[in-house]
Every structure is written in structure tokens, then in C-alpha cells.
Nanobody, 127 residues
């Protein structure tokens, strides 16, 4: 059983940066990949980024490509989301998620393909 805990959220001005962390415990190495999703008020949860542990392939939503970077530390069982050039539209609750196995093609941006979710961390970007 994998458990996820997010941290690093906060308030930042537009153009600033934040780094989110997601620590995995409880059979952490049993997960196939980790992903980041976000949900803003009155909006549906949307995909942000994902990373496979084996091979290191990464995936990004078009809205964050070039600004956000997902990375992982296998020794510390932690995945990170470095967010640069933040915009007010990035304001949301950010959730870390893990999938235990390959879910077929285009799995990475589908919330239903993930098995475990963290509690979320608030990111607020002021204009």
C-alpha cells in the first residue's frame, strides 16, 4: 500500500517559483509512475505532469510545458514538481498521485488510471 504526502504549496507572486514535493511510503517501490494533477475552484481536476520510475519518461500538459518540471529521487522515494513563471491561472489545489501498473496507452493524463492520491497542497498565485 502506497501513501502519499504533498508539501511545498503556498502564496507566490506572478512570475515566481515554487517546488512541490510528494513523499511516498508504504511499499513505495511498488508504484509504476507518479503524476501531478490540479483542481481550481469551479473547475474539474486536470492533468499537470507525470513521470515513470522505470526509464524516466515524463509527460506534461500543454499549459505547463516549458514552465514546470517533474523529477524524482528514488532513494528518498519522493517526486517533485518545480514550477517556474507562475501565473494566476496556476492557482489550484495540487494533488500527487501514483499508479501501480501500466494502464495502457495515454494513461498518464487520466485520473481514473491512478490508484492512490495525496491530500493536496494549495498553490495561490497573485497578480
Amino acid at each position: 500500500q502506497v501513501q502519499l504526502v504533498e508539501s511545498g504549496g503556498g502564496l507566490v507572486q506572478a512570475g515566481g517559483s515554487l517546488r512541490l514535493s510528494c513523499a511516498a511510503s508504504g511499499r513505495a517501490f511498488s508504484n509504476y509512475a507518479m503524476g501531478w494533477f490540479r483542481q481550481a475552484p469551479v473547475k474539474e481536476r486536470e492533468f499537470v505532469a507525470a513521470k515513470r520510475w522505470s526509464g524516466g519518461s515524463t509527460y506534461y500538459a500543454d499549459s505547463v510545458k516549458g514552465r514546470f518540471t517533474i523529477s524524482g529521487d528514488n532513494v528518498k522515494n519522493t517526486v517533485y514538481l518545480q514550477m517556474n513563471s507562475l501565473e494566476p491561472d496556476d492557482t489550484a489545489v495540487y494533488y500527487c498521485a501514483a499508479t501501480l501498473r501500466w494502464g495502457g496507452t495515454m494513461w498518464y493524463n487520466n485520473t481514473k488510471k491512478y490508484d492512490v492520491w495525496g491530500q493536496g497542497t494549495q498553490v495561490t498565485v497573485s497578480s
